[in-house]
T-cell receptor, first 113, second 111 residues
């Protein structure tokens, strides 16, 4: 049972490049989300999904795209990377809204130069 | 707009001290408040609080929620260097799904 798997763990991008952060969970969770964390900040919600085919924007969605074609996968796409997107990204999944059931991936460290 | 405010933002204490971390919130349709510990990786779950006045305890850590005054505290007694971390408070509302995090309190425990 792998839980929530994020790839890649580290990535350096040039400004203007696009890339996809992958997130997969094997717990059959309906709820999945992407957060970013910057120094001195808590986690801020980028996008979330309450089930396959359903996505919605969080607090900081600009510059990011998501899709949820299957229950297991929730990729995050950076359309045209900017230095302001240098951050640590966490994917999370949950089977309910309670909060204590949320499982986090290990994080993806992204640097845009 | 929902708000979660943690204080202090950073704290340095000596081993053996007791610390109190604060979290105040303004959330529409409050559902639960959660505390996490983060050490250079993904947050790890500590407590979930939904009812006012009921203390949750785990070893040297304890937490309590005041739904009337809209705040929670996290207490750590007899601190150890291994308690050094960022402590995050997050709130879930009934009208939303995802966690709304505060900025965190960075705790450093020195030997």
């Amino acid at each position: 049972n792998a839980g929530v798997t994020q790839t890649p763990k580290f990535q350096v991008l040039k400004t203007g490049q696009s890339m996809t952060l992958q997130c997969a969970q094997d717990m059959n969770h309906e709820y999945m989300s992407w957060y970013r964390q910057d120094p001195g900040m808590g986690l801020r919600l980028i996008h979330y999904s309450v089930g396959a085919g359903i996505t919605d924007q969080g607090e900081v969605p600009n510059g990011y795209n998501v899709s949820r074609s299957t229950t297991e996968d929730f990729p995050l796409r950076l359309l045209s990377a900017a230095p302001s997107q240098t951050s640590v990204y966490f994917c999370a999944s949950s089977y309910s809204r309670s909060g204590n059931t949320i499982y986090f991936g290990e994080g993806s460290w992204l640097t845009v130069v | 707009e929902d708000k979660v405010v943690q204080s202090p933002l950073s704290l340095v204490v000596h081993e053996g001290d007791t610390v109190t971390l604060n979290c105040s919130y303004e959330v529409t349709n409050f559902r639960s408040l959660l505390w996490y510990k983060q050490e250079k990786k993904a947050p790890t779950f500590l407590f979930m609080l939904t009812s006012s006045g009921i203390e949750k305890k785990s070893g040297r850590l304890s937490s309590i929620l005041d739904k009337k005054e809209l705040f929670s505290i996290l207490n750590i007694t007899a601190t150890q260097t291994g308690d050094s971390a960022v402590y995050l408070c997050a709130v879930v509302s009934n009208s939303g799904y995802a966690l709304n995090f505060g900025k965190g309190t960075s705790l450093l425990v020195t030997p």
